[in-house]
């Protein structure tokens, strides 16, 4: 036995697009996306200066090493809460 489902019309996909970014906002517009951001630039911006030889690639890996290491000892100290879990 099958069942058959109309299949969504615009409407219905504007209006689910519309509550799935309402329900996310809190997190595209927190500061925790914009630190990974950083985070990813930082090592990109890192992995290239490794690559052209140049010495400042050491604080941008710096960097990005010390985010993760203080956002561990954060979750281990329980002051962050454990993401996706």
């Known amino acids: 036995m ?3 489902r109309h299949p ?3 409407k219905d996909i504007a209006a ?7 329900e996310a906002a809190t997190f595209f517009l ?3 996306l914009g630190l990974m951001l950083l ?3 930082a090592t990109v911006g890192g992995v ?8 400042h690639s050491l604080l941008a890996f710096g960097f990005a090493i010390a985010y993760v290491a203080t956002r561990i000892t954060l979750h281990v100290k329980r002051i ?6």
Do not use: Y
């Open 48 to 55: 290239w200066l490794a690559v052209m030889h140049d010495v």
């Open 8 to 10: 969504p019309n615009f």
């Open 80 to 85: 962050l809460s454990w993401p996706f879990i």
């Open 16 to 22: 689910l697009t519309l509550r799935v970014w309402r």
């Open 2 to 4: 099958t069942t058959r």
């Open 39 to 41: 985070v990813v630039a």
């Open 30 to 32: 927190s500061i925790e």
